[in-house]
């Protein structure tokens, strides 16, 4: 059978580690289509050493299609997703427009792979931050039954995009060159800055990514029971998102036994050795797979408490690597097609 592969948001930033994602990893693909949005149309990007042209995203992408990476923001997945279905292509979708519907799995293949098993055509991706704490948590859970998480997060700008990489690369020039950076992307400077706010507010105070951080956590690990607060913080660094992770356990887990739980996990590297100064940091993780763990410590304050540090690429692991994991978990579980076309119209 021969597997044709659409890339929705193929020029983004994402979209473009998806393609050298599937690339790396040698998917067993017969045909890649590069999508965009009409203003790219024509324009070349890289895969397998060579370039494919990309094409406008249209209804009528999808014909003969098996599978479609999506990741050109929400309305875009929204729109154009239920064609894809209807027209008996799996999506795998990097924007947040399916997470919370119950009709889409939200997956992270380390954590819940069995949800994919009931997909109806449509199989969301979590928000970055989510997926690597989920990654580091979930054997955590499984070891001491968590009852509660306080996360924050330090994140990198290409989280936003393509324009706010750009903008981050002006605005340090700028600086440099004693010239008052205007924001664009961001509300405020953030070259040298760090900003309390990653996308918009709610009524509740909170941003949106941290309540998709407390959502999609729940989903992912099946737990209603499972409690998270988090804030969310956008830092000048360009690829990779750290966070500072408590939680609370059921069961007793000393920081020696979470280092043992955590190193046979699927996904995670443990780097955590105060004496010789090694724990996990965002240039080192930027460009790897690994979701890397440490300062791993106990929570002096309660009877049952640990505070980690975790890391991780979030274009890779938090977005791109991801979805092509979840694509290869369909192929090897046999779960490419979609059951009924006619769910999402
Ligand atoms: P385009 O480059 O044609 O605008 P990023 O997250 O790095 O900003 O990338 C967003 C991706 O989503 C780009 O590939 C962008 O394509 C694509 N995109 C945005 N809006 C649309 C749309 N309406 N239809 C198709 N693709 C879109
Ligand atoms: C960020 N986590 O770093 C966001 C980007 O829900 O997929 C991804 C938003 C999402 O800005």
């Known amino acids: 059978e021969k597997l044709v592969v659409a890339v929705v948001g193929a020029t ?16 067993p693909a017969h045909e890649v289509i590069a999508l965009a949005s009409a203003r790219s149309a024509g324009m070349k990007v ?6 494919l042209t990309v094409r406008e995203l249209t209804e009528d ?13 929400g309305s875009t997945s929204e729109k154009y997703a239920p064609h894809a279905a209807k027209a008996g292509c799996v999506v795998v979708d990097n924007s947040s427009a399916w997470r919370m519907d119950k009709r889409c799995p939200l997956v992270v293949p380390e954590v819940n792979a ?12 979590p928000n970055c931050s989510t997926i690597q704490m989920v990654v580091a948590l979930k054997p955590l859970h499984d070891a001491a039954r968590i009852k509660r998480v306080v996360v924050s997060t330090y994140q ?39 900003l309390p706010q990653i996308d918009v507010f709610m009524d509740n105070g909170y941003t949106k990514e941290e309540m ?21 913080v956008r830092i000048p660094v360009f690829y990779g998102h750290s966070e500072s992770v408590n939680i609370e356990t059921e069961k007793k887990l000393t920081p020696a036994e979470a280092r043992v739980v955590l190193t046979q996990a699927p996904g ?73 076309t006619t769910l999402f119209q």
């Open 12 to 27: 983004g930033a994402v979209g473009r580690e998806m393609l050298k994602t599937l690339e790396q990893r040698d998917f």
């Open 268 to 340: 995670v590297t443990v780097l955590d050795n105060p004496g010789e100064k090694i724990y996990p940091m965002a240039l080192d993780a930027a460009g790897e797979d690994a979701t890397f763990v440490g300062r791993i410590r106990e929570d002096e304050t309660i009877e049952n408490g640990l505070n980690m540090w975790i890391v991780a690429d979030n274009i890779r692991k938090g977005a791109a690597l991801n979805a092509v994991q979840i694509a290869e978990t369909l192929l090897e579980r046999d779960l490419l097609g979609v059951k009924d």
């Open 114 to 125: 069995h949800d994919l098993a009931w997909h109806n055509g449509i199989i969301a991706n």
């Open 212 to 232: 998709k951080m407390v959502h999609e956590t729940v989903k992912i690990m099946g737990d209603p029971s499972l409690k998270v607060t988090a804030t969310a």
């Open 46 to 51: 890289p895969y397998r050493g060579g370039e």
């Open 156 to 194: 990198a700008v290409s989280g936003t995009g393509q324009k706010a990489i750009e903008e981050l690369e002006t605005q340090v020039r700028q600086l440099f060159n004693m010239q008052q950076p205007e924001p664009k992307v961001y509300p405020y400077q953030i070259a040298f800055n760090a």
């Open 61 to 73: 992408s999808f014909a003969g299609v098996d599978l479609a990476l999506f990741s050109a923001g």
